[in-house]
T-cell receptor, first 111, second 120 residues
């Protein structure tokens, strides 16, 4: 299983763009990268998933360089409600795969 | 789509009793479900992988006789904490895998809301 490394915490202000980078140097060819958001006392919520280059959805963008050894989650114009822990996970997908959570990044958005 | 529910959302029990937690995939069938435990200010720790119709696979250090997992159908998995003790107090989260909701078309884990267990 590929290990992931993220900053422990980040601070931002409302309205700013936030970029959280995750390192996964041992990512395998068939691994996908998935980001989750977790609020206190809630289960993680799926944000975005990608394999290479750039993926964008209604809440975030995911940038993955050609070597795929890192990825960056981009949150445009954060609000106070985006204060949460963000987890980057790497896994092969397919039935039966398991996911090991890293420490995650605690994002604190200030007014 | 891709909604996972857990029941109960919280439970308080006396030491020595057993507690059952249900995990359901509401709008999809999940061949694989996972159970995690999370202590305050810590990340999720995988306890076991549950496949429908077969025995669960437990992670190292997780007692299979203490944490009984049953995955009787494609939409339901249960975790029973037997003879619970105060050190079992934690936040238990399940997840189920599906391709639904993933723009990449890959199997993705969707998580339940969690169950807070407090053992007195």
């Amino acid at each position: 299983l590929a290990k992931t490394t993220q900053p422990i915490s980040m601070d931002s202000y409302e309205g700013q763009e936030v970029n959280i980078t995750c390192s996964h140097n041992n990512i395998a060819t068939n691994d996908y990268i998935t980001w989750y958001q977790q609020f206190p006392s809630q289960g993680p919520r799926f944000i975005i998933q990608g394999y290479k280059t750039k993926v964008t959805n209604e809440v975030a963008s995911l940038f993955i360089p050609a070597d795929r050894k890192s990825s960056t989650l981009s949150l445009p114009r954060v609000s106070l409600s985006d204060t949460a822990v963000y987890y980057c996970l790497v896994s092969a997908g397919g039935g039966g795969f398991k996911t090991i959570f890293g420490a995650g990044t605690r994002l604190f958005v200030k007014a | 789509g891709a909604v996972v529910s857990q029941h109960p959302s919280w439970v308080i029990c006396k030491s020595g009793t057993s507690v059952k937690i249900e995990c359901r995939s509401l709008d999809f069938q999940a061949t694989t479900m996972f159970w995690y435990r999370q202590f305050p200010k810590q990340s999720l720790m995988l306890m076991a992988t549950s496949n429908e119709g077969s025995k669960a696979t437990y992670e190292q250090g997780v007692e299979k006789d203490k944490f009984l997992i049953n995955h009787a159908s494609l939409t339901l998995s249960t975790l029973t904490v037997t003879s619970a003790h105060p050190e079992d107090s934690s936040f238990y989260i399940c997840s189920a895998t599906t391709t639904s909701g993933s723009s990449a078309g890959r199997e993705t884990q969707y998580f339940g809301p969690g169950t807070r267990l407090l053992v007195l």
